[in-house]
């Protein structure tokens, strides 16, 4: 019975992951790009190419990083 299953409540609940930043690719380091001409000088941090879903399902959807690791949870109860 320790076969894991998509609705495993493990996978579910794992916190988000910020990855192993040694293990980082070039690719997958986030890069600032700022508005051009902001007086603020805001912009925004690209996300990781690599990043795919692993599981969907009526409570969210985790994507993950098989490259560097970093992975995050979208819970849509927090979403609305």
Known sequence: MNQKTPYD???RTMADRE???AKQPPE???VFTPI???PQGLGHW???PNIKE???GFDGERY???VCG???FLDYDDMR
């Open 9 to 11: 409540v493990r996978e």
């Open 19 to 21: 990855g192993d930043p």
């Open 28 to 30: 997958c380091k986030p």
């Open 36 to 38: 051009p001409n902001h």
């Open 46 to 48: 690209s996300r990781c």
């Open 54 to 56: 692993t599981y969907s």
């Open 64 to 66: 993950g990083c098989n």
């Open 70 to 72: 970093k992975s995050y």
